[in-house]
T-cell receptor
Framework: AQKVTQAQTEISVVEKEDVTLDCVYE???????LFWYKQPPSGELVFLIR??????QNEISGRYSWNFQKSTSSFNFTITASQVVDSAVYFC????????????FGQGTTLQVKP | NAGVTQTPKFRVLKTGQSMTLLCAQD?????MYWYRQDPGMGLRLIHY???????AKGEVPDGYNVSRLKKQNFLLGLESAAPSQTSVYFC??????????FGPGTRLLVL
């Protein structure tokens, strides 16, 4: 079975704090893709990053960084020096095997950044 | 380049009424998807299409029908709306390495 778990339902931080959002996945596939999406209060789903299972290099994009570890089946997301505009629901997702290609989403983590 | 668009943005229906949600993409993607998002349930796949003229059921297809007559459009129909179909509906199309690009969503309220 394939599954994505985001154990943190809600996180609240003060602006400029660093925050890490956890994502643990389950899959038996040897080839798979992982994603992070952001859903701000306006409601749209914004693609942030894609990572394939062949590449365990961590990635940094501005204040955002991602730590992919196959050994622990985790794909964690860190925001450095958080800002109020980072307040959103963040979803981790796994691309399922087979022809469907559907995304299996975690339940999401609501991040509130207070000024 | 609009990406993925959805109409309408918001709709209120009475139980038993029907409606069609329209999704359009301009990225020439083959795969398209309809999801619903409910509090505490995450996003669940309703139906999907792997190309023009094809459709298939997802996890929660009951009460919905879809059509993909043109590659760029994917329609989701509710034949007889029920309060349980109150939700936010997202359409997506699939690009490189399975990345899905989502429309802005349609908020549906069934009374």
């Amino acid at each position: 079975a394939q599954k994505v778990t985001q154990a943190q339902t809600e996180i609240s931080v003060v602006e400029k704090e660093d925050v890490t959002l956890d994502c643990v996945y389950e899959t038996r596939d040897t080839t798979y893709y992982l994603f992070w999406y952001k859903q701000p209060p306006s409601g749209e789903l914004v693609f942030l990053i894609r990572r394939n299972s062949f590449d365990e290099q961590n990635e940094i994009s501005g204040r955002y960084s991602w730590n992919f570890q196959k050994s622990t089946s985790s794909f964690n997301f860190t925001i450095t020096a958080s800002q109020v505009v980072d307040s959103a629901v963040y979803f981790c997702a796994l691309r399922s095997s087979g022809n469907t290609g559907k995304l299996i989403f975690g339940q999401g983590t609501t991040l509130q950044v207070k000024p | 380049n609009a990406g993925v668009t959805q109409t309408p943005k918001f709709r209120v229906l009475k139980t038993g009424q029907s409606m069609t949600l329209l999704c359009a993409q301009d990225m020439n993607h083959e795969y398209m998807y309809w999801y619903r998002q409910d509090p505490g349930m995450g996003l669940r796949l309703i139906h999907y299409s792997v190309g023009e003229g094809t459709t298939a059921k997802g996890e929660v297809p009951d009460g919905y029908n879809v059509s993909r007559l043109k590659k760029q459009n994917f329609l989701l129909g509710l034949e007889s709306a029920a309060p349980s179909q109150t939700s936010v509906y997202f359409c997506a199309s699939r690009g490189y390495e399975g990345t899905q690009y989502f429309g802005p969503g349609t908020r549906l309220l069934v009374l």
